[in-house]
């Protein structure tokens, strides 16, 4: 069992920056391809970055690839999504998200815990 809890998010005029964490329970952290995905109010939650259980490799989604930047601290038990030149259209709630799948995986079904959520909201 892992539980996650985000956060960093914020309101931020566009491109600005922001970091979100994510600090997840538990010893086995290092277990865990770890996730974000977000979400705007009436579309499917999308897609954002995901990270390999020792931090190796990563894969973005193509909307914020080249701006966003994942990363985890096993010692901590954090995943971090670092995000730069934000846009308006980056405003969502923003979800980490914890995979006991091998590789880089980025479909919501291959990932077994999430956390509530924190608001992104980007000013133009």
């Known amino acids: 069992q892992v539980q996650l809890v985000e956060s960093g998010g914020g309101l931020v005029q566009a491109g600005g920056s922001l970091r979100l964490s994510c600090a997840a329970s538990g010893r086995t952290f290092s277990s865990y391809a770890m996730g974000w995905f977000r979400q705007s109010p009436g579309k499917e939650r999308e897609f954002v970055a995901t990270i390999t259980r020792s931090g190796s490799s990563t894969y973005y989604g193509d909307s914020v690839k080249g701006r966003f930047t994942i990363s985890r601290d096993n010692g901590k038990n954090t995943v971090y999504l670092q995000m730069n030149s934000l846009k308006p259209e980056d405003t969502a709630v923003y979800y980490c998200?914890?995979?006991?799948?091998?590789?880089?995986?980025?479909?919501?079904?291959?990932?077994?815990?999430w956390g509530q959520g924190t608001q992104v909201t980007v000013s133009s």
């Open positions: 998200a914890a995979s006991l799948s091998y590789g880089l995986p980025s479909k919501e079904v291959l990932y077994d815990y």
